[in-house]
């Protein structure tokens, strides 16, 4: 069955440092890929959406990869800072309008 | 930007009742919106498909009759938790997609936290 893998641990990343969070997925062949925020108690909040065919997207201190061949994507966050503390979910889509989320990983940016 | 509404955001009730949750588009209109449920510490998980005007496409595992949704207009979805159970018990969370903008991306609302006592 498909499979997304987020780093279930929290991450602990100095202020001013680059956060770096990973997804992996298996038995799945995604369209594109997407990251939301969400902080407690609330929905999630769309950051970036990279297509199949793309490499590398940008946005702001946001940066994201897709690898389709080690089945991968990796998030990063530039200049991080306290108010980027949340949880990161990673998600997968297909063909259809569905979209398949990660557990998310914890995010804690210590001043 | 495309704003979701999510009503109420906390509901506390007795085992057996039922409980409706409301979700809105605000400045736009969805012809599908969807309904998620989330543990603590687990991701989200879909429940079912809104389409409007038609109904809703429910995922594998999920009781059509147990959470009861309607989709009556393009601005309104309700997922209705019949004889609400403690098990019932999760963040409930409500998207929308704008199909004047981007197809593939979701517009959240602030979820509806639900406690059966």
């Known amino acids: 069955s498909q499979k997304i893998e987020q780093n279930s641990e929290a991450l602990n990343i100095q202020e001013g440092k680059t956060a770096t969070l990973t997804c992996n997925y298996t038995n799945y062949s995604p369209a594109y890929l997407q990251w939301y925020r969400q902080d407690p108690g609330r929905g999630p909040v769309f950051l970036l959406l990279i297509r199949e065919n793309e490499k590398e997207k940008r946005k702001e201190r946001l940066k994201v990869t897709f690898d389709t061949t080690l089945k991968q994507s990796l998030f990063h966050i530039t200049a991080s800072q306290p108010a980027d503390s949340a949880t990161y979910l990673c998600a997968l889509g297909g063909g259809d309008d569905k979209i398949i989320f990660g557990k998310g990983t914890r995010l804690h940016i210590l001043p | ?117």
Not at chain 2, 68 to 82: D, F, G, P
């Open chain 2, 1 to 117: 930007g495309a704003v979701v509404s999510q009503h109420p955001s906390r509901v506390i009730c007795k085992s057996g009742t039922s409980v409706k949750i409301e979700c809105r588009s605000l400045d736009f209109q969805a012809t599908t919106m969807f309904w998620y449920r989330q543990f603590p510490k687990q991701s989200l998980m879909l429940m079912a498909t809104s389409n409007e005007g038609s109904k809703a496409t429910y995922e594998q595992g999920v009781e059509k009759d147990k959470f009861l949704i309607n989709h009556a207009s393009l601005t309104l979805s309700t997922l209705t938790v019949t004889s609400a159970h403690p098990e019932d018990s999760s963040f409930y969370i409500c998207s929308a997609q704008d199909p004047q903008g981007a197809r593939d991306i979701q517009y959240f609302g602030a979820g509806t936290r639900l406690s059966v006592l």
